[in-house]
Nanobody, 122 residues
């Protein structure tokens, strides 16, 4: 059974870069046709897809104007981890961040981690 676990700081100051890591166990992030994704849920709102990296290494990002050019997803295959970097954060980036595995990009995922709370505040 594949398990995903997010890690990273719970508090980030405005204008800084948020970095989160997802550690995957029970399966390789380079195997088959899976997408490895980051999604988030702001307080009182629905899930939002941020970006994905495919098993092949190709990356895909949300076209949302609020995220455009701020999101980066990368991976370390030696550690079976993938990471999210979100630059120039603001309080609007506050929420619960999840890493996930899916057949397609988007919020409809096969499995996800338990989530990590990120608060952007000075």
């Amino acid at each position: 059974q594949v398990r995903l676990q997010e890690s990273g700081p719970g508090l980030v100051k405005p204008s800084q870069t948020l970095s989160l890591t997802c550690t995957v166990s029970g399966g390789s992030i380079t195997s088959e046709y899976w997408y490895w994704s980051w999604i988030r849920q702001p307080p009182g709102k629905g899930l939002e897809w941020l970006g994905s990296i495919h098993a092949s290494g190709n990356t895909y990002y949300s076209p949302s104007p609020s995220l455009k050019s701020r999101t980066s997803v990368s991976r370390d295959t030696s550690k079976n981890q993938f990471t999210l970097q979100l630059t120039s954060v603001s309080p609007e980036d506050t929420g619960v961040y999840y890493c996930a595995r899916s057949h397609f990009i988007g919020v409809d995922v096969k499995s996800r981690g338990q989530g990590t709370q990120v608060t952007v505040s000075s």
